[in-house]
Nanobody, 118 residues
Framework: QVQLVESGGGLVQPGGSLRLSCAAS????????MSWHRQAPGKEREFVAF???????????SYADSVKGRFTISRDNAKNTVYLQMNSLKPEDTAVYYC????????WGQGTQVTVSS
């Protein structure tokens, strides 16, 4: 049974930081690229960040333009966990954040709420 469990969300002031975690089980984590997505109220779910599996040169990450330079995705294969470090948060980053495993079948976590507000 595949499970992706996000954590680390919360309420933060503009300019603040949060670190989201996504713990995976039931999959061969090290063999699967992972990604983060988000969905704001009344909007469609959108891509945030993607990280490849760990190759000879390490991992490769890509980001949505809206978060580039502020967010960093990383993974720890020993802990079966993918992270999203979010800095310089803005009110428009408010959303439910989801992680996804990117194999032949995409599995989603249940999401964690991030609210950026003063």
């Amino acid at each position: 049974q595949v499970q992706l469990v996000e954590s680390g969300g919360g309420l933060v002031q503009p300019g603040g930081s949060l670190r989201l975690s996504c713990a995976a089980s039931g999959i061969t984590f090290s063999d699967i690229a992972m990604s983060w997505h988000r969905q704001a109220p009344g909007k469609e779910r959108e891509f945030v960040a993607f990280i490849t599996t760990s190759g000879a040169s390490g991992t490769i990450a890509s980001y949505a333009d809206s978060v580039k330079g502020r967010f960093t995705i990383s993974r720890d294969n020993a802990k079966n966990t993918v992270y999203l470090q979010m800095n310089s948060l803005k009110p428009e980053d408010t959303a439910v954040y989801y992680c996804r495993s990117n194999s032949y079948v995409h599995y989603w976590g249940q999401g964690t709420q991030v609210t950026v507000s003063s």
